[in-house]
């Protein structure tokens, strides 16, 4: 017997693959109403992760241990569900009431969805059926030639029961399917209003598939209501199959559970935001560039040109990226794991994601997730779809990253550091990362352009390419300024006994006033020789990192290059 709470609610994602940042703002709206419950009467909210990995097929357990970490590292914790505790102090799931286990496959093999349709089947409310898929396929196609909607004929219904009964338990091939009462199915939902759907819009389907094991409707509704499952919040792509539940549970003398479905989230240009995303912006990269092959070795060329051909089909993760990182595109983020890659913080992906078809009021836009957790209302969310405005994302993780302390970017860094850009913590020492973060911070939008904005020190002088284009304004400008510049500073930066940020922001100062020219005039050129261009970090951090002799090997190979270019 579970322990009633006012609130309990869940997300059930299926382990096929990573966690879109649909299914995260579902999470994150389930976590809020749960959490909200428990902030005004301690213990009576819970916050259900469940495993729904009866696709067998695609299911994996390393998509069940990455949507684990996808929400770990987004902060939204589950009170009941798979246990996950990590180094950083992470600690989710459990199992404190006894409703578990909370993997669906594992339920099966209790024979917790068996009891459940034959409790249907005694009842008469659903029925064994023995249409094989060729006879399905034709009864569909009769259908579509005759422009009808196709609904099941009840043909196995015109066998006895008995019979019915008989055949299934010989082991002849069979699904069970539901018996669809001829009334009208009626629900509220909190976004959408009172739901009405006719008895004709509806038919007898599947709940038990000819393998034995349950269809998504009959697990997920009989789940629902062995975990007490109060409030069920979803995206509206499963608005069709509510209906369906609504009978079940009717049917089955259960709780109706409230209902919300959140709303679409769409690309600015208005189409639904889609894994697909990163294929279409990865096919379209390869058609610009003229390839009638594979840019990468891990992709074999039959799949290749399918890809190419039929836009429905979807290459795996890391042949996207190989494709990106060979063409030196950004492909789009779609999934939770993307935007971590990007360099985003997740506090501020939670801050926009509960954006999406929800306001707080009060003009406010910048909050954190106990905010959410404080405000969250399901009568202040909006049916129109929502746009994933990236522009607006990227200005909330700005803003994040300026009001950061020195230390905390620091840490933050060198964690997403080790993480994506080992070369970054592998070729700069202790001292070399700290300056650099503090130097970055102030200038940088993603964790990621920190380290991209960092290349520069990880390289050594030979491996600077000069921009033409700095070349020629910076340092040939005026009848070769800029090389003049270099030439004389050069002396002064040997003579260093001090390389230290304040050691060389003097030198760059007393130079420009002894020159007579503006600290820009001196600052560029020394850019153009250190990285090849006129961005970088603030030219003294840009000095201290590379250290004396690095600087000066730069410096003379840019003087010997570019007085080239001069004569």
Known sequence: MTTPKAIVTRFAPSPTGRLHVGGARTALFCWALARQANLSNPGSGAFILRIEDTDRLRSSDASTRRILDDLAWLGITWDEGPELRTSSGFAGGGDPRGVGPFEQSARFEMGEYDKVVNTLLD?????????????????????????????????????????????????????????MADEAIEFDDEIRGHVTIQPSELDDFVIRKADGWPTYHLAVVADDEAMGVTHVIRGEEHLANTPRHVALQKALGYRIPTFAHLSLIFNPDGSKMSKRDRDKAARQACESAGLGSSPVEILPESDFERWMKDKRQALAPDQLEAIADKLDIELPEIDVCDFEAAGFLPETLCNFLSLLGWSPGDDIE???????????????????????????????????????????????????????????????????????????????????????????????????????????????????????????????????????????????????????????????????????STVSPPIDATLAVLGKVQVLTRIDRCLKECAVQAS
């Open 123 to 179: 009842s008469g409310r659903a029925y064994h059926a023995f249409e094989t898929p060729e006879e399905l396929a034709a009864m569909r196609d009769a259908a579509m030639k005759a422009k009808w909607q196709f609904r099941y004929d009840r043909s196995a219904l015109s066998i006895p029961e008995a019979e019915r009964r008989r055949r299934a338990e010989s082991g002849e091939p069979h699904v069970v399917r539901f018996l």
């Open 366 to 532: 910048k909050f954190d997730n106990e905010f959410l957790a404080q405000r969250i209302a399901l009568g202040r969310m909006v049916k129109t779809a929502a746009k994933f405005d990236r522009k607006k994302l990227l200005s909330f993780n700005t803003d994040s990253i300026t009001a950061m302390s020195d230390g905390e970017f620091h840490r933050r860094w060198r964690t997403w550091c080790e993480l994506h850009d080992h070369a970054v913590l592998k070729r700069l020492d202790a001292g070399q990362v700290e300056l650099l973060a503090a130097a970055l911070r102030p200038r940088c939008k993603t964790l990621r352009e920190a380290a991209v904005s960092a290349r520069f020190a990880l390289v050594g002088a030979e491996a600077i390419r000069f921009d033409e284009k700095a070349v020629q304004k910076t340092l040939l400008k005026d009848d070769g300024e800029g090389l003049g510049v270099l030439r004389g500073i050069r002396g002064r930066i040997e003579a260093m006994t001090e390389f230290t940020c304040d050691a060389i922001n003097e030198l760059v100062k007393a130079y420009s006033e002894s020159a007579g020219v503006g600290m820009g005039k001196v600052a560029q050129p020394l850019r153009v020789a250190l990285t090849g």
